[in-house]
């Protein structure tokens, strides 16, 4: 029997939960959604892959562990890097948002320092990251996304060594995703933390399912996705406090 949220929790119960995190990588998000009387429905907006040369990688990792700084993009940055070599480092490492800090301590990393807005402007507030005329910082993630970070690094002084670790890659939808989209109510939720997850949803599924979706209400991890959210179609935005999953939820909850 589905246990019941209790008050002072989230109240999901007979909401469909779009979760729209890369393939792979939802599975507690939808245990959650579960606990809170919600149907979850998994979309994945990303592939996440390693690299392709992961020797080369590896060299790249092993040098970046002996920077100075070292700043994680994502939790999937840390898992892969993890993969690679063990990340046992003398820096000072500094997270993109509090879940990929969740993931450094995971992997032995004891105090990430994370900002309490969790995206890149965020973290380029950090006292850590101002003053970096000649400091050597590595900046470990994977090819493309905005390039604030790298921008901004290099921009600052910064003898900047970039690592990819994986790949982010359009997702493998199928004719059940389809179908599913085309059943869903507009009552629905739809959780959004990335603009590429995003992007690759609007070129990716059909017309008929895409307006479908665009329907629901979009619950958006900040206020750049919600612009995001807008401009695809979305008439319905709730802004979350941040990515994770409890904001997520929370904010989808108060969705009128």
Not at 95 to 117: D, E, K, S
Not at 125 to 137: A, M, S, T
Request: some cysteine; proline content about 6%.
């Amino acid at each position: 029997m589905q246990r019941q949220p209790s008050r002072d929790q989230p109240n999901l119960r007979g909401r469909t939960v779009v979760i729209t995190r890369p393939a792979g990588t939802a599975s507690a998000l939808a245990r959650r959604v579960r606990a809170l009387g919600g149907a979850p429905l998994l979309l994945p907006g990303l592939s996440l892959r390693s690299v392709a040369d992961t020797v080369a990688a590896r060299r790249g990792l092993r040098v970046a562990l002996a920077a100075e700084l070292i700043v994680f993009t994502s939790p999937a940055a840390v898992r892969h890097a993890a993969a690679l070599l063990p990340l046992r480092t003398k820096a000072a490492v500094l997270a993109v948002g509090q879940g990929t800090a969740r993931a450094l301590r995971r992997h032995g990393i004891a105090a990430p320092l994370a900002p309490q807005r969790q995206d890149s402007e965020g973290l380029l507030d950090h006292p850590g990251l101002r003053e970096l005329h000649g400091r050597r910082v590595a900046l470990i993630g994977a090819p493309g996304g905005r390039g604030v970070l790298r921008e901004q690094l290099a921009a600052r002084g910064a003898q900047l060594q970039e690592v990819h670790v994986y790949r982010r890659l359009p997702p493998r939808l199928d004719r059940r995703h389809v179908e599913a989209l085309l059943r869903l109510p507009s009552s629905a939720r739809v959780l959004l933390s990335s603009a590429e997850a995003l992007h690759h949803l609007q070129q990716s599924l059909p017309a008929a399912a895409w307006t479908r979706l665009c329907a629901a209400i979009a619950v958006a991890s900040s206020e750049r996705l919600a612009t995001a959210a807008r401009a695809a179609g979305f008439a319905r935005i709730v802004p979350a406090a941040s990515a994770l999953s409890a904001d997520l939820l929370d904010a989808a909850a108060r969705a009128g």
